[in-house]
């Protein structure tokens, strides 16, 4: 399976702050790009998805940035809340019935109040 | 609308049993995917079934089965149980196209 790189496995921020998690893909035949938050205990939970031909895309506090020719993608989180403490996890796929998702390592977010 | 449920949320086993893990989605739901979730290897798909047919399958050894019924309820089966299978089991639904994923809290193993 080809590799999603995520980047950095930790990240601790204040309130408020801003943390950036960004992740690289190879296959140029992805075109679905999810994100997810997983907390201790539970199953990851789907946060925000998006496809190459947007270059961002933004639920709430949540934006993904996408680059293309870069072949990267980028989770912000704005105003993040101690409430955001919790790993997050990129994943690239091809939408459609040949669903095959492959995650990245997960980054460790940390917000102090 | 009732979550992804999965049964048991624990399990204990030895080395050369079987397992048999459950999953239940959400209602309507007819896509449901399995993952296997470890420190070491990370979030790795394991197989989706849709409509009681498999119709993606990853890199895991044969060992590794599952199945889906009419009601789209699925189980996993682990067979000679390995200490490397020891991971957190994840089920995820779809109601159609499999990348609108929700999760369920996960079957935690441990082989000893």
């Known amino acids: 399976q080809q590799q999603v790189k995520q980047s950095p496995q930790s990240l601790i921020v204040q309130k408020g702050g801003i943390p950036i998690i960004n992740c690289a893909y190879e296959n140029t035949a992805f075109d679905y790009f999810p994100w997810y938050q997983q907390f201790p205990g539970k199953g990851p939970a789907l946060l925000i998805a998006?496809?190459?031909?947007?270059s961002e895309k933004k639920e709430g506090r949540f934006t993904i940035s996408f680059n293309k020719s870069a072949k990267q993608f980028s989770l912000h989180i704005m105003d993040s809340q101690p409430g955001d403490s919790a790993t997050y996890f990129c994943?690239?796929?091809?939408?459609?019935?040949?669903?095959?998702?492959?995650f990245g390592r997960g980054t460790s977010l940390i917000v102090h109040p | 609308k009732a979550g992804v449920t999965q049964t048991p949320r624990y399990l204990i086993k030895t080395r050369g049993q079987q397992v048999t893990l459950s999953c239940s989605p959400i209602s309507g739901h007819r896509s449901v995917s399995w993952y296997q979730q470890t420190p070491g290897q990370g979030l790795q798909f394991l197989f989706e079934?849709?409509?009681?047919?498999?119709?993606n399958k990853g890199n895991f050894p044969g060992r590794f089965s599952g199945r889906q019924f009419s009601n789209s309820r699925s189980e996993m089966n682990v067979s000679t149980l390995e200490l490397g299978d020891s991971a957190l089991y994840l089920c995820a639904s779809s109601p159609r196209r499999a990348e609108t994923q929700y999760f369920g809290p996960g079957t935690r193993l441990l082989v000893l």
């Open positions: 998006i496809r190459p031909d947007v």
């Open positions: 994943a690239q796929g091809v939408a459609g019935g040949s669903y095959i998702p492959t």
């Open positions: 079934y849709f409509s009681e047919t498999q119709r």
